[in-house]
Every structure is written in C-alpha cells, then in structure tokens.
C-alpha cells in the first residue's frame, strides 16, 4: 500500500510537471543516471531511524530528479547494515566496488562507520555520513573520501553541561545504554560535569535491549539524584522514564539526540516526558529555510514513517551529494575533491561546513524542552518563561 | 588416471566432470547477478536441473563416481576453483562474499564434527569465531607474531576457551546441552560489551594478512590480468575450506567415525563397547572449537575490523542453520547451505526492510519441503571388503 | 540495606513473568518433547493484542476495568489462537524431524511473527505506550516502596500458575495430556483423541504466553515488537534449570534467574554491565551440578 501511494505521489509530481518540462522533454529524456547509494539500518531495533532516515533520502532523489534543470537522472541504491559492522562492510564493498554508483550517504550506527571509512578510503568512493555521532569516524583518520553532516556528540554534552549548571543542578546520575554510542556519551558527560565542578553519584550501565530496570532504579532511588542523565537511544529511554514514575523517581530527565524524536514522548506519554531536557545538533527545520517545504514534501509523498530526528540530516546529505555531482559530474575523484571545499552551504540543518577532517563543524546544538507533548526549544518555553519550572530545582 | 574399479564395471566420470561444471557456473552466476528477476530465473534454473538430475539418477551417478575417483574429484574442483577465481577476477564484492561463504562453511564443518559426528550441540559457534577474531586483533596490536602463528593462536585460544565448557559439556546432553552453550554464547557477547580492554561495543581495527611476506591488501597481477586483492582471501580460505573438508572425511571413514556414531546413537551401548565417551566427544568437540577459532582469525583480518554485535547468539543460530540446512552430518550440504544463507539476505537487500521477513519464511519453507536438509545424511554402508 | 525489601519485590516480579514464560516451555516440551522458541514472540503478539483490545474499548467508551478484562481475553484469546495454529500447521509435520531441527523451525516462526509486527503493526518499530489500567501509586514500608499494581499482578500471575496446575492435575484434559506426554501409543489406544488434546496444550501453554504478556505490559507500561526474544531466552534458561517438563521446576527457574540478575546489579551496581555475564556463568555451574535440571524431569530421559 505503501508503494503504491508513492508511487502515485510521483506519477502526480510528473503530470504537474509534465507541461513546465514540455519544451525540453528530449532533454529529459536524454539525461544520464546516475547512481548514489544509502545505508542505514533498515531491520532490527533501530530501523525507524533507517527507515526515516532512508525516505528523506529518497525524498531528496525524487525532488531533485522532478526538476528539468537538472543534468543528471539520479537513482538510490539502498542497502541495510543492520547496525552491524560486518554487515557495513559487506555492503560498502558492494557500492564501493560498483564503479557505476559515484557516491554514498552512508551509517545511523557508529561501530558500523568506524569499520566502513577504511573501505570508503581504499576504494576512492566519496561519501557524506548522515546520522553517526561517535568523534572517530572523522577524527581517527584523515581520509578525504569522508565527510559529515551530523554533529560529534561532543557539542550536545558540552552545551547540556553547561545548561544544567546554570540551572544549579549539582547531583547527577548517568544512565546509558552499554553500545558505543552510551559510552561514549557517558565518557563526554562525566568530562564536562566534573568541569563544572558538580557530582556524578554513580554510572549505571545496561545493554539496550534489557526491559527491567528495577533492580538499578531501586539503587538509583537511594542515590537520590537531582538528575538522570540518559546517553541512549529512544526504546531504552521510554522505558527508563516509564520505569522512573512508577518507582516515585522524581528527579529531572536529561537526555540528547538519541531520544530526540516524536517516539519518544508517543512512547512514554506527554504527561512523563513534560519538562524532559535535551540538547540536539539542529534548531526546529520548520524554523529553518526551505524546512516548511521539507516536512509538506516528505507527508504529500506519504509515508507511513517519520522522518525521525536524522532524516533531515539524510536529505541533506544526499542533497550535498547531488548538488556536487551536479557541478562536477558523475566522478569520484571530482566529488571527492569538491565535497572537501563546502562552506556555509544553506540547509534546513542550519549551514554546512566542513573541516579538514570533512566534519560539519557548524551544528546548531539547541536545547529541547517536551511542553504538552512536543518538543519546544528551551528559549520559546513556557520553562524559559518562568510559567512553568523544571522538576528538582534547586 | 583413475585407479581401476575393483568391480568389473567402470563407472563412467562424466555425470562427475558435468555436476562439477555445473555447480562452478551456478556459483559463478549466483554471485555475479544482481538483477532480481534474473536472479530468480537462474535460481529456478538451477532448482529445476537439481531436482531433474535427483530424480533421473544423476546424483546416484555422480556420487558412484566421486567415490571411484577421489583424485579426479578433487583435480575437477581445482578446475573449477581458479575457473571461477578467473570469471569473478575483479568483482571485489563478489569474491569478499565467496570468501565469507568458505569461512562460514569451515566453521560449519567443525560444527558438523560436533553436532553430526560426535551428537554434541553447540549454540556457541560464534562466541568461538569471536574468540578467534579477538585474538588475531590482540595478537596483532601486541605486533611481532608472523600472522601465521597468529591465525594459529586463533583456534588454539579457541579450543583453550572451550575446554572451559568440557565438563558442562560431558555432564548435559540434549536441549541442557544447548542451554549451557547458549549461555556461554550470550555471556561472551555481554562480555565483549562491557570490556573496555578488548575496545569495548565499539570494536577493534586489524590490519589484513601478511602470510611469508605474502600481503593479503595488495591486487594481485597475473599475466597481465589484474585481480583484486580478495583473490588472496578466496584461496586462502578455500584452502582452509579444502582441508578441513578433508579431515571431516577421513574421520568420518575412520574408525574414529564409527565410534562417533557409537556415542551418538546410544551412549549405553558405547560405554558397553568400552568405547571412551568423554575422549571422543572432547576429541570432537576441540576440533570443532579450533575450526572456528582459526577461521574467525581470517574473518577478522580480512574485514579488518571487529565488534561485538558480530558475534551474537543470533550468528550461532546462523551456523546451525546453516548445519541443519545442509542436511545434519553431511559434511558436503554446509556448502550449497552456507552458500544459501550467506548469499541470500544479501540479494534480497532490494526488498529492504522486508528482508529478514522473507528470509525466515524461506527457511520455513526448506525445513518443511527437505526435513533432512538439502544434501541428507547417508546411513553408513557396510562394505564387506575382500583383501 | 533497607533496600532489600524493595529488591525482593521487584525479583517477585520479574520471578512471576520469568515463571509464567518457563511454564509454557515446559507444558510444550513435557507433551510434545519439543522446544517451541517462538513462545517469547507469542507473547509479544499477545500483548499487541491486548493493547488493540484496549484501545478499542476505550473508544467505545466502556469502563476501566471492562478494558482490563478485554485486554487480558483479547491477548488469551490471540495467543491461544497462535500457538494452537503454530502447532497444527508447523509443529506437526515436522514432530519426526530431529530436535534440531524443530529448535530451528521454531525460531524462524518466532522470528517471523516479531518482523510481521515490527512491520504491519502502525509505527511497529517504536515501542508502545500501554494504557495504565490499574490504580497506580503505592505505599511505604520501611524503606521500601510497594508498587499496588505490582501487588495485584505478582497475585495474578501466582493465582494463573494454580490455575494451570490445576487443569493439568485434576481436570480431564489435563488427565489426557498426561497420558499423551506419557506415551502417545497407550494414550491412543485409550481412546484419547490425539489430533485434539495436540493442538489444545499448545493453546494452554500460548494462554500463559499471553497472560504473562498483558501483564508485562500492565507493569512496565511499554511493549514493544522485539520484546518476545530476550524473554524467550531466559524463559527456555528457567525451564531448563529447573528441569523441563517440571512445572515446579519452570517456576523456580523462573525466580532463581529472576533473584541471580537482582542479586548482581544490587550487591555491585559498578558491574552492572557485567550481570548478566554472572546470571549466565552461575546458570552453567548450576547445570553442571544438575545435569537435569534442579528438579529432575519426571519420567525417562528424553531427547
């Protein structure tokens, strides 16, 4: 059904389009494909982000490929790497072997994009990581085939510290989840707290997919923390928040980009998610330019799935990909060279641009408030405001 | 060439040299295409040749043969081998799945000497390869060992861990069995997760194989073709693939073999033989761990990198089934079996999330359709040989 | 210290799920000498099932406790349905394959049943807010908190588990399926109706499945489709160290698991990470003490 109604958004998108493109309908037709490639997860537990993540890319090939101007007739290749990194680089063998696919928006998992970019380099295929947030996929190495749209973690945890602080939060508990990307939130988190000179009263670690967390809460209900600071990802952090109430936890609920989402408050309710705080790499797109027309386009194609958090991030980084290829055509070498030299790009993420190690070094890091069931920036809430306060305040 | 048939009769080779050329160009196909609709018409293809071949004694030809001929067997498959290593000479992608297939299937041939052979069960195949794998990326970090050794320090690390598990092994049979190697399975995956000095949920880089001063990570350049440098990985697998194939069939020839059988069917009557059990089935049970442990080293260094979520309980189950599949016992079945499971989730990426899905309602299928598996285990003939 | 009281709770609870799950392992292997891995996505299933129900009579505008007793007949109902047609269509054809085989077979349903969930199931991939049907809040004793909902469902789960031992002691079908798990020869030629009695345990063990379901959801107030597989692991883990085919074994499994994951996180919260590497180390001593189970299976050995 899904399919169909796609496929029926594009036959409409074509007809309304047809008369504009009527005098240079052999042009169109004339036009070379052209092949890029998308990974992310698209099975297992962290598949809505894949799965958003892969229609706002497709998204973007659609929108590109509905315009006349343009010279190339692109096709998205999508493959899954279930969040393993095996599997990533099997699958980026395949692309990146493909001489006829010329660049990738590759990873929502940061394991997988750590055991991939060696690939990326080896075999010259240019490539923009859309969501993986871990430091080393772009620092360890210096590949110029490598490049980032997404933030590093490091950025969220600074800015959360310092918010906290100013608040006069003192005693914290952290709470995350035992993947890479809860350890190295926790590693970011105690670093900026113990700078700003507060307490961590202990660190709880549980695997993601473990469903009781009595046996840490009753710990953590001794500790008696003013905050809990969650590093993990939405399943995990619904049920941390659900298992809180229901232990008379009442300390503050601190998160960042891994719960950032609709999912998250669908999943815990608006009345335990109201006043959660969390700090993401991008402001509101529907604030941004061009970000009405993302979120109208992405609901007329019909999804039935949210883009999450990092679809944006995924439509724009295809859309970087292709505007490139635009320029400089369909080759490797010239995408990569060209990738290299993006500065203050406009995007509904707010500007790109990256450094020499290809990291978006401009990320909007703002704070989040849930407010009645949505997520509000800090400075429009009601929070901000002083109409409402957060819980534990000092 | 061929050694003289003690019958009378000679058995004709060229159903043998046929199903040889045949399996080569199914291989060879399979991995090249990437087209759905001709994938499933190959696949068709080849589904509708095995089943004619079975039903007009074509399999019962090649198998007479095979037996006759060992060294024209295993001369035709050489052919094939470097025929196909020819056609798939530049495929990177490819020839990465190929390999990854060998490793599987040797893995499986060590789980078939445990499950097949010997009766054990073992739902901790992956913790084992993840063993292997954790010690070539240790070994290597340390720096100094010739990668030779290292891949061997693999399985022996492997069968070291393993004789761990001996006596819970010797102690449970059956579905107790499989709980305590499900749960070493586990532990070893939550294990991984939480140590911090095995790099933790975020893995471990590993350079490629460097055998003799042979570099695995360089394309390989032979009158004037240029193949890639996963050529070096295929052979060397295959190699791996070709001897442990050949110890499965020499133990199971062996008496070794039949005593394996003794201690499968009924341990009562074993022990009434004076058969040792617990010397055979730890005898099996090593090899088996060691099989798994060297091919996880070659799995890691030719990935070049490793984490935990490569070796989960879900990746045994892959094995087993992969064992199952092919038919419990029949060392011969892990090949077209590991070749399936392998191969297929890959191919059905064009159906995205779905995937998983249909993969498991296939495999349903095949369980229902082929309960003994693809190629099924032969009761032992009894040959009264005259000397 | 004052803690243990809140942590004893917390095991019973996590104890009474654990046990209910290990229960349906071994009424399934105890008549049919079979591993039924799907049980745990059984489960889950039953629990959306429950979730629809309630959804629904609530937007008919029915009462509370109407929606309490739909969701718990919508997820017994379901599940019942499933395991039975999981049997029928699945188990049967395939009861002269080897055990192997069936453990492989049973994983693949399970596994399907929890992508068909994940992908047909509106928004199936996120976890789901299950509606609080019972008075929340709590009282304090000591130190400790008492959970109310938590009360009432340890009561219920306990109270299903003498309802299930009553059926299969002292009803009788739960004569018919001795005599089959004893052997289903004699049991034919007694005249008991073999294609019948099959299909019906498997439905009892799935009803515990969804029972245990509903009040997973109940207590945690969150499902989700991924949820079946973990339970499934530590439910086969009880019923084995307790010895399959014991009911009374499943139920100890069941707490003993549930207290050795407890014990660990509240005696070395610092190793945390670490829990379920000594639950699991612990679990192959014990089976290795008791290779079969610490209350031995009745009857010959099987497998």
Request: hydrophobic share 50%; glycine share 10%.
């Amino acid at each position: 059904m899904v399919t169909i109604t796609k496929r029926a958004f594009a036959a409409l998108a074509t007809a309304s389009l047809l008369p504009l493109a009527f005098g240079g309908f052999d042009a169109a037709f004339a036009k070379d494909k052209v092949k890029i490639a998308f990974v992310g997860p698209l099975t297992g537990a962290l598949s809505p982000h894949g799965i958003g993540g892969r229609n706002s890319a497709e998204l973007a090939v659609k929108l590109m490929n509905a315009d006349p101007n343009t010279k190339y007739d692109y096709e998205l290749v999508v493959l899954d790497d279930e969040c393993k990194p095996n599997i990533g680089v099997q699958v980026v063998t395949k692309i990146a072997s493909d001489r006829s696919i010329v660049a990738a928006v590759p990873h929502y998992c940061s394991a997988t994009a750590i055991a991939t970019v060696d690939i990326f380099n080896r075999f010259k295929l240019p490539m923009v990581v859309w969501a993986a947030v871990l430091p080393e996929i772009t620092y360890a190495n210096k590949f110029p085939e490598v490049h980032r749209v997404s933030g590093i973690l490091i950025g969220q945890n600074r800015i959360g510290a310092e918010f906290m602080k100013a608040r006069g939060y003192k005693k914290f508990v952290s709470f995350v989840d035992s993947t890479d990307y809860g350890k190295s939130m926790n590693k970011y988190f105690t670093q900026f707290t113990l700078e700003n000179g507060n307490d961590i009263l202990g660190t709880f670690s549980v695997p993601p997919d473990q469903q009781d967390l009595s046996a840490e809460l009753t710990k953590i209900k001794e500790l008696n923390p003013e905050v809990i600071y969650f590093g993990g990802l939405t399943p995990l952090g619904a049920r941390l928040r659900t298992q809180m109430a229901k232990f008379g936890i009442n300390a503050q609920f601190e998160g960042n980009s891994g719960i950032m989402g609709d999912a998250f408050i669908n999943a815990a309710g608006p009345e335990l998610t109201e006043g959660t705080v969390t700090f993401f790499d991008s402001p509101p797109i529907t604030k941004m330019p061009g970000g009405k027309m993302f979120t109208n386009a992405y609901k007329a194609a019909g999804y039935s799935e949210p883009p999450e958090a990092y679809g944006p991030f995924a439509f724009i980084a295809t859309n970087l990909v292709m505007e490139t290829i635009e320029k400089v055509g369909p080759d490797r070498a010239k995408i990569t060279e060209d990738l290299g030299n993006v500065k203050d790009r406009p995007s509904v993420v707010g500007p790109i641009t990256f450094d020499d190690h290809g990291q978006n070094i401009t990320p909007l890091t703002t704070k989040y408030v849930v407010q009645d069931g949505k997520w509000v920036v800090w400075e429009d809430s009601e929070y901000a405001a002083g109409k409402r306060k957060l819980k534990n305040l000092p | 060439m061929t050694a003289p048939s003690p019958q009378n009769k000679p058995v004709a080779v060229w159903p043998l040299i046929t199903a040889v050329a045949f399996a080569a160009a199914a291989l060879a196909t399979l991995v090249l295409i990437d087209n759905q609709k001709i994938l499933g018409l190959a696949l068709a293809g080849i589904a509708a040749i095995c089943l004619a071949a079975a039903r007009f004694g074509g399999v019962a030809a090649t198998e007479a043969a095979a037996s006759e001929n060992p060294w024209l067997l295993r001369g035709l498959i050489l052919i094939a081998a470097v025929a196909v290593l020819f056609v798939l000479r530049d495929d990177n992608f490819g020839l990465l799945m190929v390999a990854t297939v060998l490793i599987y299937a040797t893995v499986c041939i060590g789980l078939t000497i445990q499950m097949g052979y010997a009766g054990l069960t073992n739902f901790a195949a992956a913790a084992f390869v993840g063993t292997g794998g954790y010690t070539a990326a240790m070994l290597g970090q340390k720096g100094g060992l010739p990668d030779a050794l290292v891949l061997l320090g693999g399985g022996l690390v492997a069968v070291f861990i393993g004789s761990l598990l001996i006596l819970p092994v010797l102690r449970t049979r059956g579905h107790y069995a499989a709980l305590t190697t499900l749960a070493f399975g586990v532990l070893f995956n939550v294990f991984l997760d939480a140590n911090e000095l095995l790099g933790g949920p975020q893995g471990l880089k590993i350079p490629g194989i460097n055998l003799f001063g042979w570099n695995f990570s360089n394309d390989l350049h032979i009158l004037g073709f240029t193949f890639s440098f996963y050529v070096n990985y295929v052979i060397l697998t295959g190699v791996l693939t070709a001897l442990a194939m050949i110890l499965a069939g020499l133990l199971d020839k062996s008496w070794i073999g039949v005593w394996l059988d003794v201690v499968r069917l009924d341990e009562t009557a074993a022990s009434v033989f004076g058969l040792r059990i617990g010397t055979w089935k730890i005898l099996a049970f090593t090899l088996g761990n060691f099989l798994a442990g060297l091919m996880g080293a070659v799995y890691a260094k030719m990935t070049g990198f490793i984490a935990p979520a490569n070796f989960t309980f879900g990746d045994s189950l892959v094995m087993v089934s992969i064992v199952i599949l092919g038919g419990i016992g029949n060392r011969w079945g892990v090949l077209p079996a590991a070749l399936i499971v392998v191969l297929l989730p890959e191919k059905l990426q064009f159906i995205q999330e779905y995937r998983l899905l249909l993969y498991a309602i296939l495999v349903i299928i095949i369980l229902i359709a082929r309960p003994d598996g693809l190629v099924a285990r032969r009761v032992r003939a009894l040959r009264m040989e005259t000397r | 210290m004052g803690m243990i009281g809140q942590h004893l709770l917390n095991g019973m609870m996590q104890g009474t799920i654990y046990g209910l799950v290990a229960m349906g392992f071994t009424i399934f292997f105890g008549v049919m000498n079979v591993i039924k891995f799907s049980h745990g996505d059984v489960l889950t299933l039953g629990a959306f099932g429950g979730l629809v129900a309630v959804w629904a009579t609530h937007s008919l505008g029915l009462s509370v406790p109407m929606q309490f007793v739909a969701a718990f007949a919508a997820a017994m109902l379901l599940s019942a349905v499933a395991g039975a047609g999981i049997s029928h269509f699945l188990i049967m054809p395939l009861r002269n394959a080897p055990p192997l085989n069936m453990l492989l077979m049973t994983m693949m349903v399970g596994t399907v049943l929890r992508e068909a969930i994940r992908l047909f199931f509106p928004n199936g991939t996120n976890p789901q807010r299950f509606p609080e049907l019972l008075p929340s809040g709590g009282f304090n004793i000591g130190s400790s908190f008492f959970r109310t909902d938590a009360l009432i469902l340890i009561v219920a789960g306990i109270a299903s588990i003498g309802v299930v031992y009553w059926i299969i002691n002292r009803t009788k079908f739960g004569l018919a399926m001795r005599a089959v798990a004893e052997d289903v020869e004699t049991a034919r030629t007694m005249g008991i109706n073999f294609a019948r009695v099959i299909p019906l345990t498997f439905a009892l063990g799935s009803i515990t499945a969804g029972f245990a379901g509903t009040i997973y959801g109940l207590y945690y107030s969150e499902i989700n489709y991924g949820m079946g597989l973990l339970l499934a692991v530590i439910g086969f883990t009880a019923a084995i160290v307790g010895g399959l085919g014991n009911i009374w074994g499943a139920i100890v499994g069941g707490y003993l698991f549930a207290g050795l994951q407890t014990f660990v996180v509240a005696a070395i919260p610092s190793m945390s990470d670490y829990k379920n590497v000594f639950a699991f180390v612990l679990i192959i001593m014990l089976i290795t003490w008791r290779p079969t189970g610490l209350l031995a299976e009745r009857g010959s050995e099987r497998v």
